[in-house]
DNA sequence: CAGCATCCCAAGAGATACTG
DNA sequence: CAGTATCTCTTGGGATGCTG
């Protein structure tokens, strides 16, 4: 996942923009957010997590866990036995970061309809998607 | 833009995670924070987004244009002369969009260092990203 | 000026067989 | 069990020439 953008050089207004990117590359890709919350319950096997996150392929969740691990949003307990078992759990870092979609999740559930009224209405005057 | 997020048939917490993608998805473009914030200021011309959002390409900036007029996020205001005037304005839901991403900003503010340091102590103990 | 059409490339993502 | 390796396909995005 991408983290080329360096914010330098850069008019006031989209400053912020950039510093909000900063965030939501850690966040953007497809499951990350998925896998968050599920570690957010608590320590969580990869088998387990292949499953509660719906669709997930072995290897996005690999990828995915991978770079949450780098960014340090997870915590990734390896215990040696056989056959071996290997735990995440969110850090703080990623609970709090949590925290701060909630203000966005809210955002969704106020604006869901207006958001799908909008598309139906564009849709009408300009051709409808397919078709 | 993807929208293929139906967010039926999964588990409770899932259904969250899917609730805080919906939004994501209207955001998660690598240009549509920019335009947003620069539209947020007031009527602004297709070139002026051009200069300001820095880096865009003209067919990025149309297509990430588009797809925010239809879901709401942006209002497009034809002046029929010649040469032609368009101007894009924010609408109300994208300003309380602006707002919601305000603490995923702050997070990102706050726990700047503690990625990058993150991510410093994984490279150096897996092997480094380019090596 | 605004913005479509076209071509091209790279990153993201799915499927799945294999392994310590 | 918890991954890695590989192959393929799709999507996002850059560059740019053309036009009402």
């Known amino acids: 996942m991408s983290q080329g953008n360096r914010c330098v050089s850069i008019q006031a207004d989209q400053a912020r923009a950039c510093t909000v990117r900063e965030a939501l590359d850690r966040v953007g890709g497809k499951w990350s957010i998925g896998i968050l ?3 957010s319950q608590g320590p969580i096997r990869f088998t387990e997590l292949e499953r509660q996150v719906e669709g997930i392929s072995r290897r996005m969740l690999t990828l995915t866990l991978r770079n949450l691990e780098r960014d340090g949003l997870l915590h990734r307990q390896v215990h040696p036995t056989v056959p071996p ?7 703080p870092m990623a609970q709090e970061l949590y925290e701060s979609l909630v203000a966005l999740t809210r955002w969704a559930e106020r604006h869901r309809e207006g958001i799908s009224a909008a598309r139906a209405a564009y849709d009408r005057e300009h051709g409808a998607p397919v078709g």
């Open 85 to 91: 078992r290997v735990e995440y759990t969110a850090t």
């Open 37 to 39: 919350i599920a570690a």
